[in-house]
């Protein structure tokens, strides 16, 4: 059999002609070793073979493989491939196509949010956060900076130029600003003294005695100053309105157990940081009938025994007396047989008394308190007694040093005394 040449010219077609389809091709079938000449039209080959070409396509489209078992084609728009999951928007139409970011609520970008997946996905944020790695180093998104981690941030971060002159003007406009931790630390003053190019430093209140603020008084308006308090105080403003001082309170500073004993006292108390005191008296009991009184020291533990000069006004059911203490003490209950404080443990003196002007060194002595007790070993409206109690002390204003608690003539056998320091 004669083969086709490469090239075959139809002789009988004019120059121009479009081709239909329906054409006539001579082709050779082989069957059974048998070949025969048949005449197949050139629509047939390509539907069989090629699979037929897509018409009506729109300018700018692209030729798809429609079939997985032929080259049957299909036109498409571009942005028909791009993918949703790829994190890709596309706009315009075929002719212009604009592919960008995939639009999102929020400011975003395109990254790989965890270590366990390659498909990139939106990383939304809000204002002023950043793109950073989580602490755990799994996921990358927008947060804040850990100022507290060096893996974060360390240096200075300028809120203009890091210079000498801009370091003295910490509080100024144009001073550095945002000082951030870095390797070293080094602690500098800053009134009246120069600091190096590039310093690095930290600010912090002045030590004081005791627990301290800063505030700005009405009198030292243009700086502020240490305040300092003890225990138990509270800041308020003084009396005049003029400025804040540590103030007020009562703070607990001794307990005194007295067992058997003629006098107990307290010589560690009176240190100047308390203008008054209140003594508080539990279930305190003479070893035998007797009136209870104190005694106050301004030099040490030398108590004094004169110019005191005290009253004690009794109250027995409705029956009142009044007994005017001895020079040589504070009298806090009754001194007669029917006044006095009875040994029973379980009708002790109790009460309190507040004594003033204790730390003051020009002011003279003045206590006032209450109490209750019993005068007998038994209980009965004539023997339970309340009694107002008060006096001076009209000798020296010297601050008090030490004060002692003790009966008239008897031990004082049992008993709680506490001594609280009040502003």
């Known amino acids: 059999m004669t083969q086709l040449p490469a090239v075959v010219t139809f002789q009988d077609l004019p120059t121009g002609t479009t081709l239909s389809g329906q054409e006539l091709l001579a082709a050779v079938q082989t069957s059974g070793g048998v070949a025969n000449t048949i005449q197949v039209p050139i629509s047939s080959l390509m539907t069989t073979g090629l699979g037929a070409l897509p018409t009506a396509g729109n300018t700018g489209q692209i030729l798809q493989k429609a079939s997985a078992t032929n080259f049957s084609a299909q036109w498409a ?27 999102v609520a929020g400011l975003s970008v395109i990254g790989v949010a965890a270590t366990g997946s390659a498909v990139p996905a939106a990383i939304t944020g809000t204002g002023a956060q950043v793109v950073r790695v989580n602490d755990a180093g799994t996921v990358l998104g927008f947060g804040a900076v850990n100022l507290g981690s060096s893996a974060a941030v360390t240096g200075v971060l300028p809120g203009a130029n890091v210079t000498a002159a801009n370091l003295a003007l910490l509080n100024a406009a144009g001073g550095v600003q945002g000082f951030l931790p870095g390797t070293a630390i080094v602690s500098a003053s800053i009134a009246g003294t120069a600091i190096a190019t590039g310093t690095i430093f930290t600010t912090q209140l002045q030590t004081a005695a005791g627990l301290s603020v800063l505030a700005v008084n009405s009198t030292n308006a243009s700086n502020f100053s240490v305040i300092s308090g003890t225990a138990g105080q509270v800041l308020a403003v003084n009396p005049g309105g003029t400025g804040v001082a540590f103030r007020g309170g009562m703070v607990l500073l001794n307990t005194l157990l007295p067992n058997n004993v003629a006098t107990v006292g307290d010589t560690t108390s009176f240190s100047g940081a308390f203008s008054n005191y209140m003594f508080v008296f539990e279930n305190v009991v003479p070893a035998t009938t007797d009136m209870f009184s104190f005694q106050i020291a301004t030099s040490g533990s030398t108590f004094i025994s004169a110019n005191y000069s005290s009253f004690v006004s009794v109250l027995s059911g409705s029956v009142a007396t009044s007994t005017e203490g001895a020079s040589q003490r504070f009298n806090l209950s009754g001194n007669t047989a029917t006044t006095q404080v009875a040994t029973t443990t379980s009708y002790g003196f109790s009460g309190q008394v507040v ?41 020296a204003t ?17 008993g709680i005394i506490k001594i609280y320091g009040m502003a």
Request: aromatic share 8%; net charge positive.
């Open 77 to 103: 728009n571009i942005n028909t491939v791009v993918l949703s999951g790829s994190g890709l928007a596309t706009s315009g139409n075929a002719t212009t196509l604009t592919v960008g970011l995939a639009s």
């Open 355 to 395: 004594l003033y002007n204790a730390g003051s060194s020009a002011a003279k002595k003045i206590v006032r308190g209450q109490a209750a007790w019993i005068s007998a070993t038994t209980l009965s409206s004539a023997s339970l007694l309340k009694g107002d109690n008060w006096g001076i002390y009209d000798g």
């Open 398 to 414: 010297s601050s008090i040093s030490a004060v002692q608690f003790l009966f008239a003539a008897a031990n004082i056998a049992t």
